[in-house]
T-cell receptor, first 113, second 113 residues
């Protein structure tokens, strides 16, 4: 049973526009959430994270929003650039244990010039 | 500095054979994780080491899978009697201990024919 769900396998946007990637989770024990970016033949690289005590975290062009009541988070990229084209994984942690990452299936973002 | 390295980058083996996959973590990182990513899926947790000991091996699919980290640095994932369903990219990550701060290697693509 998928505890972290990314229901959109792919997303295509124009350069300069906003990209919004969505993620839902089912496990209420998750208290820390992360987004990873992955290029082909490379391992995932950390992008941005948010603790469950916050509802927004911003880092340059990237903002993550967390709605705990809806068990939903989203990643906003603005403005989108062609170099942002990659697979984006949402991941969650329940802190205090092994802190293993539980990943969604990923969303492939394509930013068209 | 050097990131996480994994060898080999690709491994093709016949069904029933034994394979070893190696991970060299970032120097000084005490925590080490193994994940497996099948086609179209996100990475799935296999095992977590804190130092030399396996602190959480709940993700290992069965007793054909085993991992060691004898000196608290390099780790080896061992798969006995490989099956075609073991074909996947095996990812290793190391962490200095900060929640969610896991640095991934490029992975080993295992193909079982």
């Amino acid at each position: 049973d998928q505890q972290v769900k990314q229901n959109s396998p792919s997303l295509s946007v124009q350069e300069g526009r906003i990209s919004i990637l969505n993620c839902d989770y089912t496990n209420s024990m998750f208290d820390y959430f992360l987004w990873y970016k992955k290029y082909p033949a490379e391992g995932p690289t950390f992008l941005i994270s948010i603790s469950s005590i916050k509802d927004k975290n911003e880092d340059g062009r990237f903002t993550v929003f967390l709605n705990k009541s809806a068990k939903h988070l989203s990643l906003h990229i603005v403005p989108s650039q062609p170099g942002d084209s990659a697979v984006y994984f949402c991941a969650a942690i329940s802190q205090g244990g092994s802190e293993k990452l539980v990943f969604g299936k990923g969303t492939k973002l394509t930013v068209n010039p | 500095g050097a990131g996480v390295s994994q060898t080999p980058s690709n491994k093709v083996t016949e069904k029933g054979k034994y394979v070893e996959l190696r991970c060299d973590p970032i120097s000084g990182h005490t925590a080490l994780y193994w994940y497996r990513q099948s086609l179209g899926q996100g990475p799935e947790f296999l095992i977590y080491f804190q130092g030399t000991g396996a602190a959480d091996d709940s993700g290992l699919p069965n007793d054909r899978f085993f991992a060691v980290r004898p000196e608290g640095s390099v780790s080896t994932l061992k798969i006995q009697r490989t099956e075609r369903g073991d074909s996947a990219v095996y990812l290793c990550a190391s962490s200095p201990g900060t929640p969610g701060e896991q640095y991934f290697g490029p992975g080993t693509r295992l193909t079982v024919t």
